[in-house]
């Protein structure tokens, strides 16, 4: 599968949030499982997110969708912390996993913190069982800068 041009972060439009909304919830199904446990489930069959709706309400928060050509295939929810960009939730789906969609992601998202000129540091934390993010963050130039029993916060200087 090429990639490259191909590959786009765009802001999810309100009308697609139920689409976003889908994908949420099998990102967390999948998280979930990796944990060894069963999510709860709404009654629409969603895995409750506390802050979903916000993303399209408050200026702080940015639903990101990853498109591959016309298809949406992953998201990217980033939060403005008042003292750098934060990613809340980073998913690309199975089938366009470890093939450069991922990688074309967060360097476009890089390119729209960077232009945006607020802050100088990208952070995105991940548990610490969970290997396979911590080693994509790794791979995209983000350094493990801070440790909790349970979190490895990892951060990406945005220097131009």
Not at 17 to 41: C, I
Not at 130 to 140: V, Y
Request: glycine share 8%; aromatic share 14%.
């Amino acid at each position: 599968m090429p990639h490259g041009p191909a590959v786009a972060l765009r802001l999810v439009p309100i009308h697609m949030k139920s689409v976003l909304r889908q994908l949420l919830t099998e990102y967390l199904v999948e998280f979930a499982a990796m944990e060894g446990r069963e999510p709860a489930r709404d009654a629409d069959g969603h895995v409750p997110y506390r802050y979903f709706d916000q993303y399209w309400l408050e200026a702080e928060r940015f639903p990101f969708g990853i498109w591959y050509d016309d298809d949406l295939v992953g998201f990217c929810l980033l939060r403005d912390s008042g003292e750098q960009w934060q990613v809340a939730e980073f998913y690309v789906v199975p089938g366009y996993r470890r093939n450069g969609v991922g990688s074309a992601a967060v360097s476009a998202l890089k390119h729209f913190c960077r232009s945006d000129g607020r802050y100088r540091a990208l952070e995105a934390g991940t548990l610490r069982f969970n290997t396979r993010a911590r080693a994509f963050w790794l791979s995209q130039g983000f350094v493990t800068v801070r440790e909790t029993p349970e979190w490895l916060i990892n951060v990406c200087q945005l220097d131009p």
